[in-house]
Structure formats: C-alpha cells, structure tokens
C-alpha cells in the first residue's frame, strides 16, 4: 500500500483497505514562525498562505479533509452526516470510502483507529485533557457501534516524546491510575516527565485495542514537525486517514 505520489505526506501504518499519512513543516506557503506548511487556520497565520496549504493537499487527496474546531474535549463528529459549519470535536469516525478525516497537532496526539478488516475509521486530537477525559473511548465508542463484532487497531503518530513533555501536579492528578508513565524530574520538585504515547497505548488496550503501534516521532526533537511547547508560536501538522476499499 503507498500514499498518492505526494512529498507532503509521511507514511502511517501499512493497514490493508486503510491509508494514513502525516504532513511535515516543508512544502507550503506560510512565512516564519509557521514555515512552511501551516495547516492551522487558527494560530495567526496568513489566511491566504493557509487556504494555499491546504488547497495543496487537496491535491494529493480522494477528497476533501473533514476539519473539525478542535477544543481538547470529547466529542465525537459523524463525518457522515450532513452537517453545517466547522463541526466542534476532537474526534471523528467514518464508514464511507474516500472520506478523509483529519486532526491538526503540535506536539498533542494524533491516534487513528480502525478494524481489521478496514471497513471503519476513526481519528483522534488527544491532549492530556482529552486523553484524561476519555476522547479515545469515545471515539472507539463511536466505532463499535458501526462495527461491533469487529477486532481493533491504533496508530499513533508523531507528538510529544517521553521526554520531553514536563508536566505539574495538575496533570498527574488526572491519571490517578497510571503513575507509571510519570517520572520525576531531577531537581525540580513538583515536575515530571509524562510519557503522553504511553498513556495512551495503556487507554487503549484496555478498551480492547489490540494491536497498538506508536511512531515513536517526538515533535520536540524532530525539527520536520512543528512543536508547541518547543517554538510557541508555530503552525500545525496534520494526520489524514481514509478507507480504501469497500466494505465487505
């Protein structure tokens, strides 16, 4: 399986009837601090450099991209239904082929979901809000209901690595159950280091995902991404994922 011929795009998992792929810094129009291929529409960059970005990858896509108003909360949009506007989630899930679904980051989670058998699909924004709220439930919530015999699988792509995301004690307390993907950080009390990937990995298997694969990318130290926490000011990536073949 490979991507539509496109520099745009980093590979995802390899899923047969499923294609996901991940945009980087390069390729676009947007001037510094968002160079060069912002594809936020929110963070104070040039409205015509962004409408540029994103007609590019059009381009390279079956369709256009389901952007949702993401607000580090739990809602789920049906990409299927008809809707009017910027829907308002931090999810969404689709049954149809060709309908690509999107999520912009800068160091938060992006995490696709699928069956098996590629016949639904879902994606994900998890911050540690969303992530301590439940958005990944949610969205395989949203996904059994379309699907509920089938078996599952994840991808999570690049965002903020292990160590380098700092937390305080606000967010420790959020995951009262699972202080193993916290570790204190040396000389500074009240401070840890929180492995987002890895409490999200752990969410899902217990949700009954059973095949979850990390890309192991860190926003903050690959300079291909843009990172939040590592430049401020900056633009977003994008995770795109759509269903190939028919369902059986």
Not at 184 to 196: A, E, I, Q, S, T
Request: net charge negative; hydrophobic share 45%; aromatic share 6%.
């Amino acid at each position: 399986m490979s991507l539509p011929s496109s520099s745009l795009l980093l590979p995802g998992p390899a899923w047969p009837g499923v294609r996901v792929g991940v945009t980087t810094r390069a390729g676009g129009a947007s001037a510094p601090p968002f160079d060069t291929f912002n594809l936020g529409d929110h963070v104070g960059d040039d409205p015509a450099a962004v409408a540029h970005n994103r007609a590019r990858l059009r381009q390279a896509m079956p369709d256009d991209p389901c952007w949702l108003r993401q607000v580090h909360g739990t809602h789920v949009h049906d990409a299927d239904a008809v809707h009017d506007g910027l829907p308002e989630a931090d999810a969404a899930v689709t049954t149809r082929v060709g309908r690509l679904l999107a999520i912009l980051t800068a160091d938060c989670l992006p995490v696709v979901l699928t069956d098996t058998q590629g016949r639904v699909l879902g994606v994900a924004h998890a911050g540690w809000r969303g992530l301590a709220g439940g958005v990944l439930e949610a969205t395989l919530a949203a996904l059994k209901a379309r699907a509920p015999d089938a078996r599952w699988q994840a991808w999570i792509g690049p965002a903020i690595g292990p160590s380098a995301f700092e937390v305080g004690a606000d967010v420790l307390s959020a995951f009262p159950d699972a202080t193993r993907f916290f570790v204190p950080r040396d000389g500074h009390p009240g401070k840890w280091w929180c492995d987002l990937p890895g409490l999200a990995t752990a969410r899902l298997a217990a949700a009954g995902v059973e095949d979850v694969v990390c890309s192991d990318l860190c926003t903050v130290a690959d300079a291909r991404f843009y990172s939040y926490r590592r430049d401020g000011q900056t633009g977003r990536i994008a995770t795109v994922a759509w269903l190939e073949t028919p369902r059986e």
